[in-house]
Antibody, heavy 119, light 108 residues
Framework: QVQLQESGPGLVKPSGTLSLTCAVS?????????WTWVRQPPGKGLEWIGE???????NYSPSLKSRVTISVDKSKTQFSLKLSSVTAADSAVYYC????????????WGQGTLVTVSS | SSELTQDPAVSVALGQTVRITCQGD??????VNWYQQKPGLAPVVVMY???HRPSGIPDRISGSSSGNTASLTITGAQAEDEAKYYC???????????FGGGTTLTVL
């Protein structure tokens, strides 16, 4: 059974960089799955941030592409999100999730972690 | 357009049938997934692909798609079905994932 767990600072200053890690257990993080970040501002809907798959190919939301980096650390069985130049609009619950393939749904999710952007 | 449109809210009487829709240009040409989210919890997939139901999801939940509309139908709605439902698809030529705005289902 795949388990995902987000971790990282809950408070980030404006113009800073948001950095989160998703620890993966129950499945090899290497090649097959699509490793994804999704966020949800308080009281709002889900927004796909981007993904990494096939060991290192990335695919980002067009609206966030200029600020997002997703990477995977196979040795640590985790993948990470970096979002630069954050503003209050980036405050949200951030989820990591995974799908077995491109056509599969996200069938495993972390519990989510709230990140607030504030000085 | 790469947007998926959902009604913000629908309600259904206990035990009755409700359909939650998701609209997008030629949406039936794409795999559509449906997620259920309850307050404070991560989303859970309740329907995926061509009307496939994950294990553990009750068979009163079903999916369909035709033309520009994908639908999630709950037949005999129960109190535990009260949640927000999101449709999602790789609904773009660039393989990006798109979520609909979500539909809040109230069971009366």
């Amino acid at each position: 059974q795949v388990q995902l767990q987000e971790s990282g600072p809950g408070l980030v200053k404006p113009s800073g960089t948001l950095s989160l890690t998703c620890a993966v257990s129950g499945v090899y993080i290497g090649y097959n799955n699509y490793w994804t970040w999704v966020r949800q501002p308080p009281g709002k809907g889900l927004e796909w941030i981007g993904e990494i798959y096939h060991g290192g190919i990335t695919n980002y939301s067009p609206s966030l592409k200029s600020r997002v980096t997703i990477s995977v650390d196979k040795s640590k069985t985790q993948f990470s999100l970096k979002l630069s130049s954050v503003t209050a609009a980036d405050s949200a619950v951030y989820y990591c999730a995974t799908a077995p393939s491109r056509v599969s749904p996200f069938d495993s999710w972390g519990q989510g972690t709230l990140v607030t952007v504030s000085s | 357009s790469s947007e998926l449109t959902q009604d913000p809210a629908v309600s259904v009487a206990l035990g009755q049938t409700v359909r939650i829709t998701c609209q997008g240009d030629s949406l039936s040409n794409y795999y559509v997934n449906w997620y259920q989210q309850k307050p404070g919890l991560a989303p859970v997939v309740v329907m995926y692909g061509q009307n496939h139901r994950p294990s553990g999801i009750p068979d009163r939940i079903s999916g369909s798609s035709s033309g520009n509309t994908a639908s999630l139908t709950i037949t005999g709605a129960q109190a535990e079905d009260e949640a927000k439902y999101y449709c999602s698809s790789r609904y773009s030529s660039d393989n990006h994932v798109v979520f609909g705005g979500g539909t809040t289902l109230t069971v009366l």
